[in-house]
């Protein structure tokens, strides 16, 4: 499995920016720093919860937000957390296409881990 979890809405469809940092910085459980602009991105933040951090960037095309790191309990928890904050839904995969997965299809982590991991 690789170590960034991509979210998209579809094939050339671009998020919103403004929802993307609404959705983000809304999150319930989450502390969110927006740390500006990252390398290849429009915009950079990081996320914490408990003790786990997580980078999440918005593509510079607007066509992905990335989630650096496996898809372990704390990016299943934020990428269902951000689907809820999002209206359109989303999808995942990772950097090697492993899986793809619609958001909307789980309500707890442990599912979408186990969904991912087949």
Known sequence: ???KILIFLGPN??????AVERAITSLA??????????????????CARDD??????????VETVTVD???ERPAALFVLAFQSGISNPLRITDMGYNF???LRDFTDA???QAAASH
């Open 52 to 61: 786990s951090e997580l980078i999440v960037r918005l593509s510079a095309d």
């Open 69 to 71: 790191g496996y898809l």
């Open 1 to 3: 499995m690789s170590d």
């Open 13 to 18: 469809e671009a998020f919103d920016p403004v």
């Open 110 to 112: 442990e599912g979408l």
């Open 100 to 102: 793809d997965l619609s």
């Open 29 to 46: 459980d989450w502390t969110v720093t927006q740390t500006g602009p990252g390398i290849g991105a429009v915009s950079q933040y990081l």
